[in-house]
């Protein structure tokens, strides 16, 4: 059974750092395209980052040079490692899976079949 589960949020202060966390079971995540993407409350859900199946990685505009995708396909998992962070940057973060190889207009959401239960960053002082 296909299984994203993402762990690693938790309250951070201006400028800090997290590593987000996305273990996948029931599918190879260097197989098709990963995304994280976000939503903060009140706001629709952005796509935040994407891995191709050839590990070729797109970020939203408001996260580059801030925030990386890896994955590591020994363990099956896809990590958003992510630093200096701001209060914008708060929202519950999602990992999902595509059904297909490329990240082409990942930030539509579109063809992403499978998708986590999300974890809160809090960014805040």
């Known amino acids: 059974q296909l299984q994203l589960v993402e762990s690693g949020g938790g309250l951070v202060q201006p400028g800090g750092s997290l590593r987000l966390s996305c273990a996948a079971s029931?599918?190879?995540?260097?197989?098709?395209?990963m995304g994280w993407f976000r939503q903060a409350p009140g706001k629709d859900r952005e796509g935040v980052s994407c891995?191709?199946?050839?590990?070729?990685?797109n970020y939203a505009d408001s996260v580059k040079g801030r925030f990386t995708i890896s994955r590591d396909n020994a363990k099956n998992t896809v990590y958003l490692q992510m630093n200096s962070l701001k209060p914008e940057d708060t929202a519950v973060y999602y990992c999902a899976a595509r059904s297909f190889s490329s990240c082409v207009l990942f930030r539509t959401g579109s063809h992403f079949d499978s998708w986590g239960q999300g974890t809160q960053v809090t960014v805040s002082s």
């Open positions: 891995i191709s199946s050839l590990g070729g990685t």
């Open positions: 029931g599918l190879t995540v260097n197989s098709d395209a």
